[in-house]
Nanobody, 116 residues
Framework: QVQLVESGGGLVQAGGSLRLSCAAS????????MGWYRQAPGKQRDVVGS???????SYADSVKGRFTISRDNAKNTVYLQMNSLKPEDTAVYYC??????????WGQGAQVTVSS
């Protein structure tokens, strides 16, 4: 089992920045990749980006150049740095972990609201 706890959401003006954190605990040795997803009201949950155990990252086109995913292995924490935020980035952001066996785990979600 893997537990994920997110923090760092909030309200920010357009053009501002926020950083989300996702602290993992439990069977962290089994994690193959971690990612961030977001879900706006009335829309499906979409991938924002991901980072593998080898530190390879990938991003959705909508956030490339503005968002950065990083990790601190000593703290078992993955971060989502969000810069140049836009109102359309408003959503609940979820942390995700995938194990080598294909099991998926989710954080509780963090609300990010960007005002125009």
């Amino acid at each position: 089992q893997v537990q994920l706890v997110e923090s760092g959401g909030g309200l920010v003006q357009a053009g501002g920045s926020l950083r989300l954190s996702c602290a993992a605990s439990g069977s962290i040795f089994s994690i193959k990749a971690m990612g961030w997803y977001r879900q706006a009201p009335g829309k499906q949950r979409d991938v924002v980006g991901s980072i593998t155990s080898g530190d390879s990252t990938s991003y959705a086109d909508s956030v490339k150049g503005r968002f950065t995913i990083s990790r601190d292995n000593a703290k078992n924490t993955v971060y989502l740095q969000m810069n140049s935020l836009k109102p359309e980035d408003t959503a609940v952001y979820y942390c995700n972990a995938v194990t080598g066996r294909g099991n998926q785990y989710w954080g509780q979600g963090a609300q990010v609201t960007v005002s125009s």
